[in-house]
């Protein structure tokens, strides 16, 4: 990854991408996914977690933010009845 991101910077100066791990890029896959909704045990597949409970506490974050975002939608809809 450190080369080919180098390599970028170099032919686009303008345009440089920041340093960024392999590992770096799983991490922004399963967060996107658990954001767009993909069930957890989906994106544990993916990542090859034996367990989707591995998934839940490394990505615990993104799930707390999934449950205020459907309490506001529940509360949004509540209060238009």
Known sequence: MPKL?????????????????LHDLRHI????????GTPVHVVAARLGHADPAITLRVYAHVIHEQSA?????FAQAVASC
Request: aromatic share 0%; no cysteine; glycine share 0%.
């Open 29 to 36: 896959h399963a967060t996107t996914l658990l954001m767009a």
């Open 5 to 21: 991101i180098a390599a970028h910077n170099k032919q686009n100066p303008r345009a440089p991408l920041p340093r960024a791990r």
């Open 69 to 73: 975002t459907a309490a506001d939608i």
